[in-house]
């Protein structure tokens, strides 16, 4: 969200105490309870309903304005302390499965805020609350992979630290893939013919996950038993027959998902 108040005013963003008590927020709330008090105060001081003070209207806009951006940023920050490791002592694997536990629902969490918000859709991450959404999956999901990180040299049941290894592979993975920032604008060229293409594969990619992971809270994706490699083909032929398209890197990052994605998913359907 834009900041206009440091530019028209000459004045620094209030900081992260004062912007809660504008908010009319206790410090430790959510990111839920922010987007809640923005709208609630947006309304309050929009100019269509303070006609006769539209002076007074803007200025509290402004202050609204900033007093969000600083009370998200200290919620993106809080988001990011690190998780405390699993106790190292404990001899008996519950160490190690308490914190692959923690490691995979902190991941899972961080795939649910990505895909409720649609922020696959990569313009929509600059919006002012979407931002916000999207740095804390991006948070969440690197508190989880340091969770994991961590399991190293916990003692634990063989087959758990393989499983764990898979969650670990698919979350940096799954990182990489949120550090994508290029978005398509039709021009015509061979870089629109490779988009095609990087679009069909990426498409079938996220509607295979949310399916996995996420199957009652998505509309059912129109997928078959052939989606993984109709998905592999798709990206496979930016990279062969479009090698100087500038989604080739892209394509590249999106197949390397889908390898960590196809590992995981096969061992879990083995175990069931």
């Known amino acids: 969200m834009p900041n206009p108040g440091a530019a028209l005013y000459n004045e620094p963003l209030m900081d992260a105490s004062q912007a809660f008590f504008f908010l009319g927020l ?21 100019p269509d309903k303070n006609i006769d003070r539209q002076e007074w209207s803007h200025r509290m806009t402004i202050l609204l304005l900033e007093a969000y951006e600083s009370a998200a940023a200290r919620i993106a920050e809080e988001a990011a302390i690190p998780v405390a490791p699993p106790d190292r002592a404990a001899g008996n694997g519950d160490g190690f499965a308490d914190g692959f536990t923690s490691a995979r629902k902190l991941l899972l969490e961080a795939l649910h805020i990505y895909y409720s918000y649609g922020l696959e859709n990569i313009p929509l991450r600059t919006d002012g609350s979407l931002r916000l959404r999207f740095v804390s999956a ?18 634990g049941p063989e087959e758990l630290k393989f499983h764990a290894a898979l969650y670990e592979d698919f979350g940096s993975a799954f990182r990489h893939n949120l550090g994508i920032t290029r978005f398509f604008i039709p021009d015509g060229s061979e870089n629109h013919k490779a988009y095609r293409h990087y679009h069909s594969g990426e498409i079938i990619l996220d509607g295979m996950i949310k399916k996995k992971f996420f199957p009652d809270d998505f509309s059912p994706a129109d997928l078959n038993p052939k989606s993984p490699v109709l998905c592999e083909r798709e990206l496979i032929r930016v990279i062969t027959d479009y090698r100087l398209s500038v989604w080739m890197p892209e394509a590249v990052i999106k197949l390397s998902l889908l390898a960590g994605f196809s590992r995981l998913a096969q061992y879990e359907a083995g175990r069931t």
């Open 26 to 46: 206790s410090p430790g709330a959510t990111a839920e309870e922010l987007e809640t008090s923005f709208r609630r105060l947006a309304m309050r001081y929009h």
């Open 138 to 155: 991006k948070n969440m999901l690197e508190k989880g992979l340091a969770l994991f990180a961590s399991l190293a040299d916990i003692p």
